[in-house]
């Protein structure tokens, strides 16, 4: 086994583990009755299932060939880091502006479950 292989395994077992942990987590989000436990049990699934498509990333990216056409590959990879910084860009904004709303939000509240909520996903 080279070095590299002991690597990839234990990524894959990583990524079993957190497939595991998404249908776990899908489970318990539908016996759970309380909304801000449910909130938590999805953003748990969702850090979960993120996590599972890094390491199905990684798996790619340790599987890789080099390209038949090594300049097209270089042009594209170059293209979607383009566009995905553009993307970024527009989501920091985005979440900017929420976080703004949000905090216009938690001064105008006097429910303190309601700003609980609010501080804790903010």
Request: proline content about 1%; some cysteine; glycine content about 2%.
């Amino acid at each position: 086994m080279k070095a590299g292989d002991s690597v990839v395994e234990l990524v894959k077992k990583q990524k079993r583990a957190e497939e595991a942990m998404v249908k776990v987590l899908e489970a318990l989000e539908g016996k759970v009755h309380n909304e801000a436990a449910k909130l938590l049990l999805a953003e748990l699934r969702l850090d979960s299932t993120k996590h599972a498509s890094i390491c199905e990333l990684i798996l790619k990216i340790a599987d890789r060939k080099v390209p038949d056409r090594l300049w097209d590959a270089r042009i594209d990879s170059y293209v979607d880091m383009q566009v995905t910084k553009r993307e970024l860009e527009r989501h920091v904004k985005l979440e900017d502006d929420m976080l703004k709303d949000v905090e216009k939000v938690i001064a105008s509240t006097k429910d303190e479950a309601c700003e609980a909520v609010v501080h804790s996903h903010c």
